[in-house]
């Protein structure tokens, strides 16, 4: 095996709420201010190996997106480490500073995530210029290479991203990230607010682009379809934790937590003959707050197999053979 | 409307539906380019106190005076040709508002879009100070600061500036905390491109809608502030006579019927500054979203 590109060494994200004058004069005074705290992402470690795909799956409010952002250096970690070859994405001290240009995102939202005022040719052709990647003579040239790989007319870089569908912004997004030439790449839902004919066709595209590039990347979703399409391995986050990680196949095949088996048994499917009609069993519960996470193993209250000791310890992340990983005590 | 026209055409076209606001602009245009071609439709430079003749002081519109040319708004208290004054009048009063205008953008927006982008103490520090500045009114910070620097155009400039610049502060941190969420901000972010950068190309463009919008009032506002300063004695050397001064010069002879010396330079300002709140008004229907069709 070959050695880990990106790794994540004991990440944790908390967000705080904003303390208002007000209160931190209280507080001052020695009243009682409430700090509420968000766990987004607490304590997870992995490594992402070159050339592999990591499908990142999990309900909206796990904490997947704020994991993408620490790995691609967008927000600093609160504490633990993310680091490319061993060397830290962002400053750790100081104003948080992204180190490297290997890492590079694919957003959500095509619509919000290309300035609306600038020509597509400049936006792709801004960070190869600002790093040195391509010269101003060259630039031309170098964005019409980046269009054409993404499938899209080279002619098309005078033109603003209004006049572009909602796939085609992706893949001028697609296009962007790649211009870096990233080592690493994130994609955010990159097809959630697609579509599901364009979405194909964006998914396609970056398959073919992973084989001719040989991507590493980070697929964040919470599709199982569309991570299992793509991915070598696959993480399963609840509420800020890893749950499960392990070979996208034999997660699919034989999932170990009770919350990758819920979630894999509530994906719609249409061939049913073997198992007959099925009721949609959702999940009990809901997705508990992040303000306010249950103690023990965060899964708890929705799980059909909870014990009195999932109630007060919190799980680690324990190896289930080859290369599998989950954090659950009655999993074997 | 037709969608493949361009953007600048559509709202070009958008804002020749409202009749007034396009008569405003004309009247912006005319008023603007007689100032600036004032030599070619004047009779005499009233800046060249050499031409100035006192035996044709104070003379009704309509008087034939010592050069042989008729005075059409008559003349003032030093026998300069009103109409004459007026135009090389407008000059100054434009060239002030704009470059005071120009200046307060450019600041107060940079200011402005610095303090959404670095947010925590920086943001604070100068929201908080350009709050405080707003709290007094214009017209006595101007006249504190042009009481301090001088009189002059420039001393009057950086008055202007001075007391306008906070307006543009204030819109352009609003509307740049709103780009600053946004998703390209990350992107750009994530690139990495430089703060400076992510500034300046990104966020401040971003906010130029409702800037441009404070542009057009501010430049009115700084014409109309400068006049009053001028009024007051504070702002140009009487050799060189802005729209205010004419006015205030022509002020005490208002009771002895002697109107035209005040009146028709107020007029000028009156339909400058009008025509161009007219334009800024629809400018800011336009880009109301609130507003739009």
Known sequence: MSAALLELDGVSKRFRRKISLGDRIAAKLGAKVETREVRAVENVSLSVIRGETLGLVGESGCGKSTLGRIAAGILPPTSGKASLDGRPVMSESGRHEKLTTRVQTVFQDPFASLNPRRRIGDAIAEGPLAHGLVDHAGAVAYVAEQLYRVGLDPSYASRFPHQFSGGQRQRIAIARALAMKPDLLICDEPVASLDVSIQAQVLNLFLDLRRALNLTAIFISHDLGVVRHLSDRVAIMYLGRIVEIGPSAEIYASPKHPYTQALLTSVPRLNRHREGRRAFRPIAGELPSPLSPPSGCHFHPRCTLATDRCRTEPPQLRSMGSDRHAACHLAE | ?293
């Open chain 2, 1 to 293: 409307m037709r969608r493949d026209a361009s953007p600048f055409i559509r709202f070009w076209r958008e804002f020749a539906e409202n009749r007034l606001a396009l008569v405003a602009l004309g009247v912006v245009i005319l008023v603007v380019g007689a100032a600036v071609l004032a030599p070619l439709f004047t009779p005499q430079d009233p800046y060249d106190i050499g031409k100035l003749v006192l035996g044709d002081a104070r003379r009704p519109p309509g008087h034939v005076g010592s050069g042989g040319y008729v005075h059409l708004l008559g003349t003032d208290a030093q026998g300069r040709d009103l109409w004459s004054a007026i135009l090389y009048g407008l000059r100054i009063s434009i060239q002030i508002g704009l470059t005071a205008g120009a200046v307060a953008f450019i600041v107060g927006g940079s200011l402005g879009a610095v303090a959404a982008f670095a947010g925590g103490r920086i943001e604070a520090l100068i929201m908080r100070f350009i709050d405080l500045q707003l709290s007094f009114p214009a017209i006595l910070l101007a006249l504190v600061i042009s009481a301090i620097l001088g009189q002059g155009k420039w001393q009057l400039t950086a008055a202007l500036v001075a007391s306008q610049y906070a307006y543009f502060a204030r819109t352009a941190h609003g509307a740049a905390v709103a780009e600053r969420s946004k998703e390209y901000i990350e992107a750009a972010l994530s690139t990495p491109l430089s703060s400076r950068v992510v500034i300046f190309r990104h966020i401040l463009p971003n906010c130029m809608p409702p800037l441009i919008v404070v542009a057009t009032v501010q430049v009115a506002n700084a014409i109309a502030l400068e006049a009053t300063l001028s009024f007051l004695g504070m702002g140009l050397p009487v050799t060189h006579p802005s729209l205010g001064m004419l006015i205030s010069n022509g002020f005490q002879y208002m009771l002895s019927g002697r109107y035209w010396i005040s009146i028709y330079p107020g007029i000028a300002l009156i339909v400058l500054i009008l025509a161009i709140n007219l334009v800024g008004d629809q400018i800011r229907d336009q880009l109301n979203p609130r507003l739009q069709r």
